[in-house]
């Protein structure tokens, strides 16, 4: 017991005595760039930002460098570390969403850290990501947003750069703006789709007559604003889903799934995961196995996790391309409770 308190007073006081040890040392910031990895469906992202300070800090200098970390419902830092792999001291203001940071023996600094509630589901398959760098204003500054799946991606105002990688999306920044990334799923709108007309055209030789088919290529519309395209696709794709759910359901009535307002542990689907997470143990479930096992829409489980990630019942791991959901201490605690009332109620 009193070494766990010496160990916790030390690292309270530590970056006390280093920071009254710093030497004042006039530095800024000359660069940062930053990759982001997007998983619009779960609303998880994943940031490595690395700062390069200008001078560099050697010796015995030492600085207290504040930064911004790129806004978001809820962040949560993983690491700092400097160029030399040591891990320094910070704080994080929640509010102004910095981080100022003890840096010493350092000429750039990686900040990684997790950032939810920039992605919002507009309609199916169709969301809404915002990301604002309005606060790098840097001499310069540059940036990789990898969004995985298979989109249609529309931004606004322009990046360097849309690339289409193997199952993602990737684009380039390298203005400090906020930016607002429409995605539309293509298993909802086809980005190439190409309309052809065929005509007939007769071809009289001195022998004898044929007919030859002749295909007219779609006309390129100019003159479109961006923003009339983007409303366009999000109406089609409205209209698409709505005439799915109701085919799949074979014209009957179409239930519209939404959430619970109030306590979401009374809504019956997110009783159902947490019963299926706990029952998977430590190792986690993937999120497409819970819409395998529960039979519900990809939506709404994506929906129901996002929101118990929320409320601190479920936490997401990316492993490559899958989401592994895992439950919390609070989330095992309510896993404990249903467990118990289904045992019960089975041997009634």
């Known amino acids: ?23 004042s040392v006039s530095i800024s910031i000359s660069r940062v760039s930053f990759t982001m990895n997007i998983d619009p469906v779960t609303d998880v992202s994943y940031v490595v930002e690395t700062i390069y300070l200008s001078p560099p800090l050697t010796g015995s200098q030492m600085a207290n460098i504040t930064v911004p970390v790129i806004p978001g419902k809820n962040i949560t830092i993983v690491n700092v570390k400097s160029n030399g792999n040591n891990e320094l001291f910070y704080t994080f203001d929640k509010k102004k969403l910095t981080l100022t940071i003890l840096a010493y023996n350092a000429s750039s600094i990686t900040i990684e850290y997790v950032v939810s509630g920039i992605s919002d589901e507009v309609s199916i398959g169709v969301y809404a990501v915002t990301v604002n760098l309005e606060n ?115 014209g009957g009535k179409i239930e519209i799934e939404t959430m619970p307002s109030g306590d979401i542990l009374s809504d019956d689907t997110v009783k159902h995961i947490i019963l299926l997470v706990g029952d998977a143990g430590d190792k986690g479930i993937k999120q497409s196995r819970l819409v395998t ?54 041997k009634q």
């Not at 940036?143 to 799946?149: A, L, N, S, V």
């Open 1 to 23: 017991m009193q070494r766990q308190v010496v160990i916790a007073l030390t690292l309270m006081i530590t970056p006390l005595l280093l920071a009254s040890l710093a030497s």
């Open 293 to 346: 096992l529960t039979g519900r829409p990809k939506s709404t489980i994506s929906r129901r996790v996002k929101r118990m990630m929320e409320e601190g019942y479920v936490e997401i791991i990316r492993a490559g391309k899958y989401n592994i959901i895992k439950l919390t201490d609070k989330g095992r605690e309510v896993y404990e409770k249903l467990k118990k009332e289904y045992e019960e109620k089975n």
């Open 136 to 250: 790098f204003t840097y001499p310069s500054l540059s940036g990789t947003i990898t969004i995985f799946g298979k989109y249609s991606v529309y931004v606004a105002p322009k990046p360097v750069s849309i690339e289409n990688g193997t199952n993602c999306v990737i684009i380039r920044l390298n203005q400090p703006l906020m930016y607002v990334i429409t995605l539309v799923s293509q298993q909802i709108v086809s980005p190439t789709h190409t309309v052809t007309t065929t005509s007939i055209q007769p071809s009289v030789s001195p022998t004898t007559s044929s007919i030859h088919p002749k295909t007219t290529p779609a006309t390129n519309y100019t003159g479109i604003s961006p923003w009339g395209i983007i409303i366009g696709l999000i109406i089609i794709a409205l209209a698409i889903a709505v005439v799915a759910l109701y085919m799949r359901r074979g």
